[in-house]
Each structure stands twice: as C-alpha cells, then as structure tokens.
C-alpha cells in the first residue's frame, strides 16, 4: 500500500535542519502544493528569522508559537513556554482537521521535546493523527527514539565543524 503523505524528521547537530525544511517548501510551492510552516522557540523581532519573509513571499502561511527559551531570555518561565506549545498543538489539530495544505513544516518542534515544553506522547499522539494525505516534517535536535521509529523519513544532519567551535557568531542572512 502506497502512502501518499509521509513524515520527515530532519535532526542532528549539525546547521540545516530548518534550511532543508524551508528548502522543501519552495520546492513543493514550485508544484502548487499548499504550505503551512508552524515554528517554535524562534522570535523573529529579535533575530531576524529571514525565511519568513521568503516563505510568505511564495505564498507559505507562516505561524509562530513560543518564540521565547530561556538560553536566550532569561526572565522567561517554562510554564509559559509549555502554555504557548500548547497552543501550537491545538492550532495544529485545528490545521489536521481544516485539510487544507498539502505539507506542514513543524520547524523546531523537536526542542520542545527535548527542553520538556511538550511531552514526547504529545508530539507522538500528532503523528499518529496526521491526516493521510499531509506530508509532515519535524524539525530540530534530539529528536526521539519513538519519533524517529514513527517517522517514514530521518536525516540526521551531523556537524563535522561549525562556526560557534572557531568562536564565530551566527550571521544575518546565512544563520538566520
């Protein structure tokens, strides 16, 4: 039996999870295909996030939850964070029930889990929800053991060397 929608999960520790995420999107946006990209833990007032505005460019509706962590604000409390994941996972069974896009992107998802802003039975429940048709993809480090068994595709992207180990920062345009 052919399946017609599958889920990728693009983790690792290595830079272009998100890029090869957003990649996917331009490409299935090229063929008319419908996109929805729903990020977590990334503010763009703050850091730019510059695929947004490419994204919505070619016609990706773009949402935001969670755009704050507490490596980079630090007066931010977890059960506020967990809150706003919340709404993430009811806006996304909301988007499973409507059937109007063809790929969902959860970029950063995959954090969530691993700081414990969602539970892995959370995120796995989504998965086996997924409506037949949708192609999904997860993204971020430290992805599971039970998503990546439950995942029709995984890519693991591995830095072999990365600009933070010659104590560069990340730069507009090329990181974010």
Do not use: Q
């Amino acid at each position: 039996m052919k399946k017609t929608g599958l889920i990728h999960v693009y983790t690792g520790d290595g830079k272009g999870k998100t890029t090869a995420a957003v990649g996917l999107a331009c490409r299935a946006r090229g063929h008319n295909l419908t996109v929805c990209y729903v990020s977590f833990h990334k503010n763009p007032k703050r850091w730019g996030c510059g695929e947004e505005s490419v994204l919505k460019k070619i016609g990706v509706v773009v949402y935001r939850f969670a755009k704050k962590h507490p490596c980079f604000d630090k007066n931010t409390k977890a059960e506020g964070i967990r809150r706003e994941c919340l709404k993430g996972i009811k806006f996304i069974e909301r988007i499973y029930r409507e059937k109007k896009y063809d790929l969902l992107i959860l970029d950063e998802i995959n954090i969530s889990v691993r700081e414990g802003f969602l539970k892995e039975s959370e995120v796995l429940d989504l998965l086996e929800r997924k409506p037949e048709n949708l192609e999904l993809v997860l993204t971020g480090r430290n992805a599971t053991g039970k998503i990546i068994k439950k995942a029709d595709l995984v890519s693991e992207i591995r830095k072999i060397k990365h600009l933070y180990d010659l104590g560069l920062k990340g730069r507009k345009g090329i990181e974010y």
